[in-house]
């Protein structure tokens, strides 16, 4: 397919109504997101971005290129980057991460010394991941622990997010979610005004790519938490279940899976219990004797 590569200023037609559908049918199909038609110039101005990027005006035009062959499924690598919604902070709801530090502490009242595993689905930039390994690390100071046998696994589908998370380099502005004393602990300030995670906390965590759609494929199993917040909210609530069902089977036997309040209203899972807190919606995985109970 011919295209200009060159930005172009000009304002591109309106989408009709197939058009529309036809997108947002792909966009579900490969993300599981799905664009209501209250948020359909959300759609058209992120694909309107990149098609003036290509120098491209045709929406059918674009559709058939990105649905056909080795150069379509690269483009629609490119595309997913416009796509996606990647908002995210430190300690994003704190509520929810004082809710990590309180179940690391039952953890070792119950003097459980297993290496703890953390996953951050969806993680975006890193801020999330990074955030949990600095629970723990407060965690293990709290109470005097030389062993640091922890890791965070952070997945995302956008190459470009888990590219500045690699890199963890964030503006002051993004670490507004911190504490002065977490801010200086965990990060260095860079020439430029950055402020860079330091390396004991990058160390950590091992960001790969992951469509949560492919979940069934992911290698990665017994968990002590699953934190993930902020994905399922795009998603149909039936895909909701079903991915979260899955989830659940990731847990270590009393591990914990957080996700964001008011996230999903009607679900629950006979190897979960809910986390008797309120302010946060997490779930406990049961042993398995209980579950024979
Ligand atoms: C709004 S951010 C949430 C970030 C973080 N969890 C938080 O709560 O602050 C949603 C993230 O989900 C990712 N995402 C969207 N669809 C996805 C999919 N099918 N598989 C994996 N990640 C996806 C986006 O790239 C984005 O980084």
Same mark, same amino acid.
């Given at each position: 397919?011919?295209?200009?590569?060159?930005?172009?200023?000009?304002?591109?037609?309106?989408?009709?109504?197939?058009?529309?559908?036809?997108? /947002?049918?792909? $966009?579900?199909?490969?993300?599981?997101? @799905?664009? &209501?038609?209250? %948020?359909?110039?959300? !759609?058209?101005?992120?694909?309107?971005?990149?098609?003036?990027?290509?120098?491209?005006?045709?929406?059918?035009?674009?559709?058939?290129?990105?649905?056909?062959?080795?150069?379509?499924?690269?483009?629609?690598?490119?595309?997913?980057?416009?796509?996606?919604?990647?908002?995210?902070?430190?300690?994003?709801?704190?509520?929810?991460?004082?809710?990590?530090?309180?179940?690391?502490?039952?953890?070792?009242?119950?003097?459980?010394?297993?290496?703890?595993?953390?996953?951050?689905?969806?993680?975006?930039?890193?801020?999330?991941?990074?955030?949990?390994?600095?629970?723990?690390?407060?965690?293990?100071?709290?109470?005097?622990?030389?062993?640091?046998?922890?890791?965070?696994?952070?997945?995302?589908?956008? /190459?470009?997010? $888990?590219?500045?998370?690699?890199?963890? @380099?964030? &503006?002051?502005? %993004?670490?507004?979610? !911190?504490?002065?004393?977490?801010?200086?602990?965990?990060?260095?300030?860079?020439?430029?005004?950055?402020?860079?995670?330091?390396?004991?906390?990058?160390?950590?965590?091992?960001?790969?790519?992951?469509?949560?759609?492919?979940?069934?494929?992911?290698?990665?199993?017994?968990?002590?938490?699953?934190?993930?917040?902020?994905?399922?909210?795009?998603?149909?609530?039936?895909?909701?279940?079903?991915?979260?069902?899955?989830?659940?089977?990731?847990?270590?036997?009393?591990?914990?899976?957080?996700?964001?309040?008011?996230?999903?209203?009607?679900?629950?899972?006979?190897?979960?219990?809910?986390?008797?807190?309120?302010?946060?919606?997490?779930?406990?995985?049961?042993?398995?004797?209980?579950?024979?109970?």
């Amino acid at each position: 397919m011919q295209t200009t590569p060159h930005w172009s200023l000009e304002q591109l037609p309106d989408m009709d109504g197939a058009q529309f559908r036809q997108w /947002q049918a792909l $966009l579900e199909t490969r993300t599981g997101v @799905c664009v &209501s038609e209250q %948020r359909r110039a959300y !759609l058209q101005t992120s694909l309107g971005a990149r098609m003036r990027e290509l120098g491209i005006r045709d929406y059918q035009a674009y559709y058939d290129h990105v649905t056909r062959g080795i150069s379509g499924a690269l483009e629609w690598s490119a595309l997913v980057e416009w796509l996606t919604v990647r908002e995210t902070s430190f300690m994003r709801h704190r509520a929810s991460f004082d809710c990590v530090a309180r179940f690391l502490d039952q953890r070792r009242a119950a003097d459980d010394q297993r290496p703890a595993q953390f996953w951050s689905v969806g993680c975006a930039s890193g801020e999330e991941a990074y955030s949990l390994a600095i629970i723990m690390e407060q965690s293990l100071a709290a109470n005097g622990h030389e062993r640091r046998d922890y890791g965070v696994w952070a997945t995302d589908i956008s /190459q470009h997010a $888990l590219d500045q998370a690699r890199a963890g @380099c964030y &503006s002051a502005r %993004r670490l507004g979610g !911190l504490t002065d004393a977490e801010r200086g602990q965990w990060f260095e300030q860079l020439q430029d005004g950055q402020y860079r995670v330091t390396p004991a906390l990058r160390d950590r965590v091992c960001f790969t790519r992951l469509n949560i759609l492919e979940l069934a494929q992911a290698p990665i199993r017994d968990l002590d938490i699953i934190f993930c917040q902020n994905l399922l909210i795009y998603f149909r609530r039936w895909r909701r279940r079903d991915l979260l069902n899955q989830l659940a089977t990731r847990l270590a036997p009393g591990g914990m899976l957080v996700i964001g309040p008011g996230e999903i209203m009607d679900w629950n899972n006979p190897l979960l219990e809910r986390v008797p807190d309120e302010r946060v919606q997490a779930y406990r995985r049961r042993n398995s004797m209980e579950c024979l109970e």
